[in-house]
C-alpha cells in the first residue's frame, strides 16, 4: 500500500511538473515551438508569432502579434494580432475548436486555401479592422463577428461556412453592384438560409435600411423592406452605368423579390427627366423580371415637381399596378401646361385602354417637331380605347407651324370611344361633341365653333361642323365607311359669306383676296390612302365671290412673284404695306367639277382696273401627264402665263413696254397648287 502510494505520489509530481513546465515555456521565448507541437497534435497548422502572450489565470487563452499561421508552407493568414481561446473538447476530440478567435488587421489572406485544412471549430469569430476583396464580396475597415464558424467546404465561401449570429459593420461594403458606406448589418445564417434581421448604411449620399432572405439553395433573395432616403443624383453617367450594371446577372443571385421599396425626400435632375421631393412605394417587384411580367406589383408616385422632356408636372401623382402583360392605372394626375390632367386606365404591349381622362385649362404651345413625337409614341400602340374623355377650357397654340394657329376655350365630351383599331386611326365607335370659344387659323378668326360627330361598327358621321367666322359662316356634314379596306367618303359643305382669306390662308391658293365666298361644296370617293384619295375624288363645287380684292398686294408685286419656281402665297416673302385702297376685282361665279381624281375648271375671268387674270384647264391629283392648266395674268404692258402641262411647268412674260418675251421651264412638282 506505501509502494502505490508512491507511486501515486510521484505521477503526480511529474504531471504537475509538467504542467508547471509548459507553462513556464509558454511564458518564454520557447513558447512558439511548444505552441507548434500542440497545434500538430491537433492540426496540419503551424504558427509564427513575434511575440506570443500567455497568462495563467487565462489557461485557454492565447494571443500572438504579428503572427502567421500556414499549412504546408503556404501562408493562410497573416494578422497584426490574434487571440484564441481553445476549448477543452480539443484534448478530448482530437480535433482543434476555439470558444472564441479575435482577428485584428488582417494584412493578408488566402482564406480559400481553408477549403483544403483539416477541420476547423470557432464558435465565435471576431475580425477587427478587416479589409477582404473577393469577386462578389468587399469590406473596408470592417468589424465582423460570426458564430459557429468552421473550416469552408470546396464550395461554400469562408464567409458563409458557419450557422447563426453574423454582425458586421464597416467603413464600406460592397456586394456586386451595391456599395454602401458605414455599414451596419445583423443577420442569422442557418445551413443555405440568411436573414437579414437589419441592414443600414449610406449609399450616395442617401440613407439606406433593409430587412432581407438570402436562400443560397434557390439563389433567390427576397427583400422584405428597403428605404432609401434623401437620395439625390445628377450624373447621367452614373445613372446609365447603374442601368447597365443591373440589367447583368447577379452572381449567386437568379431572382430577386422586393416585398416593398420605400424611397423618400428624394431627388434626380437628368438631361431628360427628373424629379424633386420624391416619394415612392414599390410592392412586390421581381428582378429580372420586366414591368410586363410582373405578377401583381403597386407602384404609388408622387413629387413636387417632374419633368419628362420638354414637360413639367407639378405635383404629380400616381397609383399602378403592374400584372402580366398589363399595366394598370388606378389614377394619375398632374398640373400641367397651367392647367390639370387626371387619367386612370390600363395598357398593354398593343393596346391602350383609357377609363376616365379629365383635363382642364390647359395651355399647350405646340412644338415644332411635336408630330415626330406624337408618331414615335403612338406607334406602340393597335388599339386605343378611350371610355369616357372631358377637356374643358383648354387652348392649343403654334406659332411654329407651316400654317400658325390658336384655338382656345376648347372642350371636347367623348364617350365609349375606339380611337385607333388595328393601327389605323378614326372614330370607329362612340360618339364626340367638340366646342371651341375662339379660333385663329392662319390669321382667320372663328367663334363659337361647333362639331359632333358619332360611329357605331365603323360607319363614322360627321353629324355638324358649324365654323362662324366675324361676317359668315360655314358648315359641313360627313360620312365614312371605316370598316370598308377602301373608305368609302361623302362630304357636303355650305359656306355664306366666308372670308375670302381662306382661299390662300387655309388652302395655299397663289391668289391673295379679301372678300366674301358663298359656296356650296359636294364631294365623296375613297380614303384609305393619299393615291386612292388622289384617284378616286368626285364631285363638284360652286363658288361665288362678292367684295373682291387684292389684299394688301398690288398687280405688278403678283405678277413679279408668280415668275418664281414656287409661288405659293404662304412661301413668299413679306411685301411692302399698301397705303392706297385695295384694287376692287370682280368675277362670274365658278364651278369645279371632279371626277376621278381629274379637276376640271370652267374657263373663269377676275378683271379690275388695269388688272385680268384668265384661269382655265384640268388638274389631276394622282397622273401628272393629265395635267393642263393656264393662268394668263395681265396688269400694264405686261403679261405672264403660267402653264402646266404633262407634268412641266413653264413661265412666260411678255412685254409691250420692251417688246421682250422671257420663258422660263419649271418642274411642275416645285410648284405648290392644290391637290
Not at 484534448?91 to 493578408?108: M, S
Not at 459593420?169 to 458606406?181: F, G, K, M, N, V
Not at 394622282?622 to 413661265?651: E, K, N, P
Amino acid at each position: 500500500m506505501r509502494l502505490l502510494s508512491k507511486v501515486v505520489l510521484i505521477f503526480t509530481f511529474i504531471v504537475v511538473v509538467s504542467v508547471a513546465t509548459i507553462i513556464g515555456l509558454l511564458h518564454t521565448r520557447y513558447n512558439e515551438p511548444l505552441l507548434n507541437f500542440a497545434l500538430a497534435q491537433l492540426s496540419p497548422y503551424q504558427v509564427f508569432a513575434k511575440k506570443i502572450d500567455y497568462d495563467i489565470r487565462t489557461p485557454y487563452q492565447i494571443t500572438l502579434e504579428h503572427a502567421e499561421i500556414t499549412q504546408h508552407q503556404q501562408v493562410l493568414l497573416n494578422a497584426d494580432n490574434i487571440t484564441l481561446w481553445l476549448s477543452k473538447s480539443s484534448f478530448t476530440d482530437h480535433k482543434l475548436v476555439f470558444d472564441g478567435a479575435q482577428i485584428n488587421n488582417i494584412t493578408a489572406a488566402n482564406m480559400h486555401l481553408f477549403s483544403q485544412s483539416s477541420p476547423v471549430t470557432i464558435k465565435r469569430l471576431i475580425l477587427n479592422n478587416t479589409n477582404i476583396d473577393t469577386p462578389e464580396f468587399a469590406i473596408k475597415q470592417g468589424l465582423i463577428q460570426i458564430d459557429n464558424w468552421q473550416t469552408p467546404t470546396k464550395k461554400t465561401p469562408w464567409w458563409q461556412s458557419f450557422n447563426g449570429h453574423f454582425k458586421m459593420s464597416a467603413s464600406s461594403i460592397q456586394w456586386h453592384q451595391l456599395q454602401l458606406q458605414q455599414p451596419l448589418i445583423n443577420a442569422e445564417k442557418h445551413d443555405q438560409q440568411w436573414q437579414f434581421n437589419g441592414i443600414s448604411g449610406q449609399w450616395h449620399q442617401a440613407t439606406i435600411t433593409a430587412q432581407a432572405q438570402l436562400d443560397n439553395h434557390s439563389h433567390n433573395l427576397t427583400v422584405d423592406q428597403l428605404t432609401i432616403s434623401r437620395f439625390h443624383l445628377q450624373d447621367q453617367q452614373l445613372f446609365d452605368t447603374w442601368r447597365q450594371q443591373f440589367s447583368l446577372p447577379i452572381t449567386g443571385v437568379k431572382t430577386i423579390t422586393f416585398n416593398r421599396i420605400d424611397v423618400v425626400n428624394s431627388s434626380i435632375e437628368l438631361p431628360q427627366w427628373g424629379a424633386d421631393n420624391i416619394n415612392l412605394s414599390l410592392e412586390n417587384w421581381q428582378w429580372p423580371l420586366t414591368y410586363w411580367q410582373q405578377k401583381d406589383s403597386r407602384l404609388s408616385f408622387s413629387a413636387n415637381h417632374a419633368q419628362w422632356q420638354q414637360f413639367n408636372f407639378d405635383q404629380p401623382l400616381a397609383e399602378l399596378q403592374f400584372i402580366p402583360q398589363q399595366v394598370i392605372s388606378h389614377g394619375m394626375s398632374a398640373h400641367i401646361m397651367q392647367g390639370f390632367v387626371r387619367v386612370d386606365g390600363w395598357m398593354d404591349p398593343q393596346q391602350l385602354f383609357i377609363n376616365d381622362l379629365k383635363a382642364s385649362g390647359i395651355k399647350w404651345f405646340v412644338e415644332e417637331n411635336w408630330y415626330q413625337k406624337w408618331q414615335q409614341w403612338q406607334q406602340q400602340y393597335t388599339d386605343v380605347i378611350a371610355k369616357k374623355i372631358n377637356i374643358n377650357n383648354s387652348q392649343i397654340t403654334s406659332s411654329a407651324s407651316r400654317i400658325p394657329f390658336q384655338l382656345a376655350g376648347i372642350d371636347i365630351d367623348a364617350k365609349n370611344t375606339v380611337l385607333k383599331q388595328n393601327n389605323q386611326w378614326g372614330l370607329w365607335q362612340g360618339n364626340v361633341e367638340a366646342n371651341l370659344g375662339f379660333g385663329s387659323i392662319n390669321q382667320i378668326v372663328m367663334h363659337q365653333a361647333i362639331a359632333t360627330m358619332d360611329s357605331n361598327a365603323g360607319q363614322w358621321q360627321l353629324d355638324k361642323l358649324v365654323l362662324p367666322f366675324n361676317d359668315g359662316i360655314l358648315k359641313a356634314r360627313a360620312r365614312m365607311s371605316l370598316e370598308n379596306p377602301h373608305h368609302p367618303w361623302q362630304l357636303t359643305m355650305m359656306g355664306d359669306t366666308m372670308p375670302a382669306q381662306i382661299l390662300y390662308r387655309w388652302l395655299a391658293l397663289p391668289l391673295p383676296l379679301t372678300g366674301a365666298i358663298d359656296t356650296q361644296i359636294k364631294l365623296n370617293g375613297h380614303a384609305s390612302s393619299w393615291r386612292d384619295f388622289n384617284a378616286h375624288l368626285t364631285g363638284s363645287a360652286n363658288i361665288a365671290l362678292r367684295q373682291l380684292a387684292l389684299d394688301n398686294i398690288t398687280p405688278q408685286q403678283l405678277l413679279t412673284q408668280w415668275q418664281q419656281s414656287n409661288f405659293a402665297i404662304i412661301n413668299q416673302p413679306t411685301v411692302t404695306p399698301i397705303t392706297a385702297s385695295p384694287l376692287q376685282l370682280t368675277t362670274p361665279p365658278l364651278t369645279l367639277a371632279a371626277q376621278d381624281g381629274v379637276i376640271q375648271l370652267s374657263p373663269s375671268t377676275i378683271t379690275g382696273d388695269d388688272f385680268g387674270l384668265n384661269i382655265a384647264g384640268r388638274w389631276s391629283l394622282g397622273d401628272a401627264q393629265q395635267q393642263q392648266f393656264q393662268l394668263t395674268l395681265t396688269t400694264g404692258c405686261q403679261q405672264l402665263i403660267r402653264s402646266w402641262h404633262q407634268g412641266v411647268s413653264s413661265s412666260t412674260v411678255d412685254s409691250s413696254c420692251t417688246g421682250n418675251t422671257k420663258y422660263v421651264p419649271v418642274k411642275v412638282d416645285e410648284t405648290v397648287l392644290p391637290h
